[in-house]
């Protein structure tokens, strides 16, 4: 079962301006996201939910300003930007094409997870911008996890490093949750505050050991659980998405 998400107003953050642009209301995708989705409320409760999820209610949160949410025709899923004359003002742009292509029944849900996973990008630390995609992008689907919105194909795997990102490396992070308890992906996004990127520093810092050696202590974890499949093994600790994830290809 996902744990219900704190859409209330986080006590430290500041309150962005949030606004939806849409390019061409004729577009089919334009008006899915329209009938499904409460315009009036979401971003401000995406806000919200990402604040909540990242963020303590003593840490410091990013100082954006403002967010604007484009729906328009483009190639591929969405991106996340700065504006180029002032990085506190964020814009997620999000293909209608891709919306009108979401199946009937999983379109709220897919939409909803795309503007958490985005949502994520202008709030987060990224130590100057040196941190690692994977890392960045890790997060971000971290906080779609934990939101509830895990798409049925996600899986945990244990190939592969561990910043390969997006899922691969949400579910890594949520491990790392799982293992070292609440707070612990607050305290990885809470480093990345300050300072350029040190892989040996960033992860001794936060763990005493390497991050190729928990990569090892995961796997070893992911192999225990499929043993688990068959029978009962104590201390694996089930994520929220662990009802939706089952059995998906
Ligand atoms: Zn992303």
Request: net charge negative.
């Amino acid at each position: 079962m996902s744990p219900a998400v704190n859409k209330k107003p986080h006590p430290k953050a500041p309150k962005p301006l949030l606004r939806l642009e849409v390019r061409d209301l004729s577009e089919e995708g334009a008006r899915a996201f329209l009938s499904h989705i409460d315009c009036g409320t979401v971003l401000e409760e995406t806000v919200n939910s990402v604040h909540n999820l990242l963020y303590s209610s003593n840490s410091q949160i990013p100082g954006t300003r403002s967010v604007t949410l484009i729906l328009r025709s483009m190639p591929g899923v969405a991106y996340t930007t700065g504006k180029d004359i002032d990085d506190d003002h964020k814009e997620i742009h999000f293909s209608t094409d891709y919306i009108s292509g979401i199946a009937k029944e999983r379109k709220k849900e897919e939409m909803m997870g795309v503007l958490t996973h985005e949502m994520v990008h202008c709030w987060q630390w990224n130590s100057l911008n040196t941190a690692p995609g994977g890392l960045i992008e890790g997060i971000a689907d971290w906080v779609r996890l934990r939101a509830g919105l895990v798409p049925p194909h996600w899986k945990r795997e244990m190939d592969g490093d561990w910043d390969a990102g997006y899922q691969h490396t949400g579910y890594f992070l949520d491990y790392l949750e799982s293992r070292f308890g609440h707070g612990t992906v607050m305290a990885v996004n809470e480093r990345l505050r300050e300072g350029k990127y040190d892989e040996e520093k960033f992860w001794k810092g936060l763990f005493g050991c390497t991050v190729k050696q928990l990569w090892k202590d995961y796997g070893r974890s992911l192999g225990k659980r499929s043993e688990a499949e068959q029978g009962t093994l104590d201390g694996w600790v089930e994520g929220p998405e662990s009802k939706q994830d089952s059995g998906s290809v």
